[in-house]
C-alpha cells in the first residue's frame, strides 16, 4: 500500500472542498489535494440545474453546475491536485488518511492538515417513523433529483412531497416542468424549513398546495406506492384523528432534514456538536484535533452555497496557516465559550480563541422557531454588548452576527458569549 | 417429472433443499417471489434461541436445540453472520419470578446448557445498560444471533449449486394428485413431482388444503419492529428479553450481528396475509416496551427503518413436520414460527428423514458441503482487502457509503448462483442500502449496476416483486 504525504489534505471536492483548495492555494500552500468519492468535482451542485446560485459571490444566478465549474475551472487552472473516484475510508487523530480509489487501490496520505468537506445526507424515511408499508416509490428529494437531473428518468408520475426543505421545494417544480403531477407538500411544522423565495418560485407560482402542521400518517401499496394518509397535527406533532385524507400517488418524496456526514470526524475521534451533527469548531473553524478542520455542510447544513464558499475560505486559510506556522504555539488562554441564548439552536464556531482572532469574529447560527419583529443580541458573560434589530428570522435561513475585534479587545476576561434574543 | 418440489424459498424450504441435495434427487423449488427470502425469513428478530422457551417435549423444543448447537458449523461451511453473543431474559418485579424459574426449568429439560439465574446487579455489572428496575435475570450463554438473509440465501446458493432447480415467480395455484405423483400447478407451469414438500410459510395452511383434508389454520401474527443506527449498536451486547406473555417472547432488545440495535417485536394477530405494514401504534409500543429493558434508550432520530414481518402461527403452538395424514406423500413443514429460523439448520435433516426412506437415493459423492459468501471488503484486515483490489479495482470503488459496500461486492451478488436480479436482492446479499441514509446514495448507483449487468433498462428494475418498478 503506498502511502505519501501532503501538507494539506481535503476530503470532499464538492462547494466546500473546492473553495477551501483554492483559498489555501491563495494562502501560499503548494501542496494541496482534494479527494473526491464521485467522478468529477463540484460535489451536489452538478445536479442542482436550477438557479439562484451565487447571488452573494458572484453578484448574479448561477445555476448549481455553473456555480461549481467557476470553483473546480480554477482549482484545475492553478494546478491543484485532485483525485476522483476516491473513497476515504478512514481518518486517524494523527492526520493519516485512508482512501481507495480504481487507479491505486487502497493508499494512505499522512497530512500536515485535514479539512473536512464530506457535506451532509437526506434523513431518511426510516428515521422519520412513518408507517404503512414499504414498497418502491419513496425517494429522498435528492435521489429523486439525481434521477430527473443527471439519469434523464422520472421516478413517477402522481407525486406528494414530505417536508418542505429547500429541495424538497425545487423538486416540486422540476417534477412539475418534467409532466407530473404534484399534489401537495405536507409540513410537519408550522413553518416551512426551506427559502422563502423557494416557496414562492416553486410552490405558490404553480399552484401546489403546502400544508403546514401536516405529515404523513401511512403508505399504501405493497409493491410500488399507491397513495399515502396525509393529517394535521397537534402543537406536540402527533397527527389529529380525524383529519386524515388520502393522496393517491404512486411517488413519495421526502424533503425533512439533512445530517453532516460525519462518519470520518466521529471515527476520528472529533468532538460533535449533537445540535448540528457537526464537528466542535472554534473560530479558526478547526476541531478538537489541531489541523483538521471543518467547513460547509458536515460542519452545520446551510441554506446558501455562497455561504458554504465563504466559510470554506476561512477553513483553507487557516489550514495553511497551520501548515505555514508549523510549530506554531499552543493556545495560551482558554477559550471563550459560545452559548445559545433564547431563540437560538447553535453557533458556529463553538468557542473562540483570542490568539487566532485577526478581525471580527463572524458566528453563524439558526433559530428555533418563527419569530418578527426581534433584537438578536450578543451578550459578553451575560451583559448585552450590542443587538441588531430583524424584521422576521426563520429556521430555514441562516442567520449571522460578527463579534468585533475591538468588542473582544475591550473585554479582555470574557469568558462566555451568547448569541440570542435581547429584550427590548 | 422430480423427485422432490418444495413450495417456498424461504428459509426452511431453502434447509430441506440443501439437505436434498447431498441425495441423488431431482428437486426443485417454487416461489412465489423473484428471490428467496421473501416472506417471514426476511422480516424476523435474527435471533438463534438458544431453546428454554419452548415446552418440553415439543418438536419446537427438539429441533431449536438442536438447530442452536449446529449453527455455528454451518455458519463456518456456509460463509454467513453468526454470533453467539448469549441472551439474557430480565424479570422487573417478584411476581414474575416463578416464570423465570420456570424458564429456567424448560430450559434444563430442553438440554439447554450453562443457564443461571442472576441478580439485578449481577445483571447489570454484564450489561450495564440494563433497567436499574431489573431485580433477576436468567443468563444463558447459548444464545445467539444470526444474518436471516445470509442464512437463507447461503442455504439456497448451496442447494443450487448441487444441483437443486429454483423456479421464482411461480405462485402455486392449485395442486392435483395425478397417478404416482401430484401435479403443482403455478402461476407460470405445472411441476410432476413423486413429493411434494410444503414450506409456505403464513400460506402453508392454503397450500395444505389443496391436497389434504385434515384441517389445518395458520395465522399470521405480525411483529413488528424498529431498526437503530449503528451508533447504538454497542448498547447491549447479548440480547435482551422480556418475561414472555401468551402472545410469544416479548419484546426484545438486541444487537444486530451486523452492529445495529433491533428492538420489537409486537405480537399482533391479523386476518390479512400480506399485512407487512407497520403501524405508528406498533412501532410507539415496540419502542415504548423496548424501553422498559434499558436505561437511555436512544432517541427517535437514532432510529433507521422500521418493518413488519408476519410469523406463521398454528393453533397447537407447535411445528407441523409431518406426511399429511389423507395425503401420501406430501409433506407439512408448517406452522413454522419462532424458533423456526434457529431451527434451521436440522429441519431440513428432519424433513429429509421423511422423504429419503421413500426414494431411497444414493448419497451424492460429489456434494459441495461449503459455500463462500460475498466477500465484505470493508470488514477484511487490510493486506487482503489490497489484495482483492489489486485482483479486481471493481473492491475499490464504493457504493454504499454507509456499510462501505463497493462495486465488486455487487457484481459478486448479481453473478453468482441465485444471484441478485432486484433492489432487494443486492441489499440482502450485501448490505447496499441497509445503513443509515436507507438507500439515498446507493439506489442510482446499484441500478445502474443492474441495468448493465443484467442488460435490462434503468425503468424495468424492480424493487423486489414483479410490480415494485423503482422508477
Redesign the interface.
Given at each position: 500500500m503506498y502511502c505519501r504525504n501532503v501538507d494539506i489534505a481535503i476530503i470532499g471536492g464538492g462547494p466546500a472542498g473546492l473553495a477551501a483548495a483554492l483559498a489555501a492555494r491563495e494562502a501560499g500552500v503548494q501542496d494541496v489535494l482534494i479527494l473526491e468519492r464521485d467522478t468529477k468535482l463540484g460535489g451536489i451542485l452538478n445536479q442542482c440545474i436550477h438557479n439562484g446560485f451565487g447571488l452573494h459571490t458572484f453578484k448574479e444566478e448561477l445555476t448549481g453546475p455553473e456555480y461549481a465549474a467557476r470553483f473546480a475551472d480554477r482549482v484545475i487552472a492553478e494546478g491543484i491536485e485532485y483525485k476522483l473516484g476516491t473513497m476515504v475510508v478512514d481518518l486517524s487523530k494523527d492526520k493519516t488518511i485512508t482512501a481507495m480509489n480504481r487507479e491505486d487501490g487502497m493508499f494512505t496520505i499522512k497530512a500536515k492538515a485535514v479539512i473536512l468537506a464530506m457535506g451532509c445526507r437526506e434523513r431518511p424515511r426510516g428515521a422519520l417513523g412513518i408507517p404503512g408499508f414499504r414498497p418502491a416509490g419513496i425517494f429522498s428529494a435528492g435521489t429523486a433529483q439525481r434521477f430527473v437531473n443527471i439519469e434523464g428518468i422520472m421516478p413517477g408520475k402522481e407525486v406528494v412531497i414530505l417536508g418542505s426543505g429547500d429541495i424538497g421545494l425545487i423538486m416540486a417544480r422540476r417534477m412539475t416542468l418534467e409532466g407530473a403531477k404534484v399534489k401537495v407538500v405536507a409540513e410537519l411544522m408550522p413553518y416551512s424549513g426551506g427559502l422563502k423565495r423557494n416557496i414562492v418560485q416553486c410552490l405558490n407560482d404553480y399552484g401546489i398546495p403546502l400544508k403546514l402542521s401536516h405529515t404523513v400518517v401511512d403508505i399504501k401499496g405493497k409493491e410500488r406506492v399507491e397513495g399515502v394518509t396525509i393529517a394535521q397535527v397537534d402543537a406536540k406533532n402527533k397527527p389529529i384523528p380525524g383529519t386524515e385524507e388520502f393522496y393517491a400517488c404512486d411517488t413519495l418524496l421526502l424533503s425533512c432534514g439533512l445530517i453532516p456526514e460525519n462518519e470520518l470526524t466521529t471515527g476520528a475521534g472529533i468532538e460533535m456538536n449533537p445540535v448540528t451533527s457537526g464537528a466542535v469548531v472554534d473560530n479558526s473553524l478547526e476541531t478538537s484535533i489541531p489541523g483538521i478542520y471543518a467547513c460547509g455542510n458536515v460542519l452545520h447544513v446551510h441554506d446558501l452555497v455562497d455561504y458554504v464558499s465563504e466559510e470554506a475560505g476561512n477553513a483553507g486559510r487557516n489550514a495553511a496557516k497551520f501548515v505555514l506556522d508549523a510549530g506554531r504555539e499552543e493556545a495560551g488562554s482558554d477559550p471563550i465559550i459560545m452559548k445559545t441564548g433564547k431563540g437560538v439552536r447553535y453557533t458556529v464556531p463553538s468557542k473562540i480563541c483570542r490568539e487566532k482572532v485577526e478581525k471580527d469574529v463572524l458566528v453563524r447560527f439558526r433559530v428555533d422557531n418563527v419569530y418578527k419583529d426581534v433584537k438578536l443580541g450578543i451578550f459578553f458573560d451575560g451583559e448585552l454588548v450590542r443587538s441588531v434589530k430583524k424584521r422576521t428570522v426563520a429556521p430555514g435561513e441562516m442567520e449571522e452576527l460578527r463579534i468585533r475585534k475591538e468588542e473582544l479587545d475591550k473585554f479582555p476576561d470574557v469568558r462566555e458569549i451568547t448569541v440570542g434574543f435581547a429584550e427590548d | 417429472m422430480y423427485d422432490v418440489c418444495i413450495i417456498g424459498a424461504g428459509v426452511t424450504g431453502s434447509s430441506i433443499a440443501r439437505e436434498l441435495s447431498k441425495y441423488d434427487l431431482k428437486t426443485i423449488v417454487v416461489e412465489r417471489g423473484l428471490d428467496v427470502c421473501e416472506g417471514t425469513s426476511k422480516a424476523n428478530s435474527g435471533i438463534v434461541h438458544a431453546g428454554f422457551d419452548a415446552e418440553p417435549g415439543t418438536l419446537k423444543a427438539k429441533l431449536n436445540r438442536e438447530g442452536n448447537e449446529r449453527m455455528e458449523q454451518l455458519s463456518k461451511d456456509l460463509d454467513f453472520s453468526f454470533k453467539r453473543n448469549g441472551s439474557m431474559v430480565i424479570c422487573c418485579e417478584e411476581s414474575g419470578m416463578d416464570t423465570l424459574k420456570k424458564l429456567m426449568s424448560n430450559g434444563e429439560k430442553n438440554g439447554v446448557k450453562n443457564m443461571k439465574i442472576i441478580s439485578g446487579d449481577e445483571a447489570r455489572a454484564k450489561e450495564p445498560n440494563l433497567s436499574k428496575n431489573v431485580i433477576a435475570a436468567l443468563d444463558v450463554p447459548m444464545g445467539g444471533i444470526v444474518c436471516p438473509f445470509e442464512l437463507t440465501i447461503a442455504l439456497a446458493e448451496n442447494a443450487c449449486v448441487n444441483g437443486v432447480e429454483f423456479a421464482f415467480d411461480n405462485e402455486v395455484k392449485d395442486i392435483k394428485r395425478s397417478t404416482g405423483c401430484y401435479k403443482v400447478i403455478t402461476s407460470k407451469r405445472e411441476i410432476e413431482a413423486k413429493i411434494v414438500i410444503n414450506a409456505a410459510g403464513v400460506y402453508a395452511d392454503r397450500i395444505h388444503s389443496m391436497v389434504s383434508t385434515v384441517p389445518m389454520k395458520i395465522t399470521a401474527r405480525r411483529g413488528q419492529y424498529?431498526?437503530y443506527d449503528k451508533q447504538t449498536g454497542k448498547m447491549v451486547s447479548r440480547t435482551i428479553f422480556q418475561l414472555p406473555s401468551k402472545l410469544g417472547k416479548g419484546v426484545l432488545f438486541t444487537p444486530t450481528v451486523h452492529g445495529n440495535l433491533l428492538v420489537g417485536p409486537t405480537a399482533e394477530d391479523i386476518d390479512d396475509k400480506?399485512g407487512?405494514?407497520?403501524?405508528?401504534e406498533?412501532?410507539n409500543y415496540a419502542r415504548m416496551k423496548a424501553s422498559e429493558s434499558v436505561e437511555n434508550m436512544p432517541a427517535?432520530?437514532?432510529?433507521?427503518?422500521?418493518?413488519s414481518g408476519l410469523r406463521a402461527h398454528e393453533e397447537g403452538d407447535d411445528f407441523i413436520i409431518r406426511e399429511a395424514e389423507d395425503a401420501e406423500n406430501f409433506i407439512d413443514a408448517a406452522g413454522i414460527e419462532s424458533p423456526g429460523l434457529s431451527c434451521a439448520p436440522v429441519i431440513g435433516e428432519y424433513v429429509a428423514n421423511i422423504v429419503i426412506p421413500k426414494l431411497n437415493p444414493k448419497k451424492k459423492e460429489d456434494f459441495i458441503a461449503k459455500r463462500e459468501g460475498i466477500r465484505h471488503i470493508?470488514s477484511l484486515p487490510?493486506e487482503e482487502?489490497?489484495r482483492l483490489?489489486?485482483e479486481n479495482?471493481a473492491y475499490?470503488?464504493?457504493v454504499c457509503?454507509?456499510e462501505?459496500i463497493t462495486e465488486g461486492e455487487i457484481l459478486d451478488a448479481i453473478h453468482r448462483p441465485l444471484g441478485a436480479r432486484t433492489?432487494d436482492g443486492i441489499k440482502r446479499r450485501t448490505r447496499a442500502g441497509m445503513g443509515?441514509?436507507?438507500?439515498?446514495?446507493c439506489?442510482?448507483r446499484t441500478m445502474e449496476l443492474i441495468s448493465a449487468e443484467l442488460g435490462i433498462s434503468?425503468?424495468e428494475i424492480?424493487?423486489?416483486?414483479?410490480?415494485?418498478?423503482?422508477?
Open positions: - | 424498529c431498526l400480506e407487512t405494514n407497520t403501524t405508528a406498533g412501532m427517535g432520530r437514532m432510529m433507521i427503518t422500521s418493518f470493508n487490510v482487502r489490497e483490489i489489486k479495482s475499490s470503488v464504493i457509503r454507509c462501505m433492489l443509515r441514509c436507507q438507500a439515498g446514495f439506489t442510482p434503468m425503468e424492480l424493487k423486489s416483486g414483479r410490480d415494485s418498478h423503482v422508477l
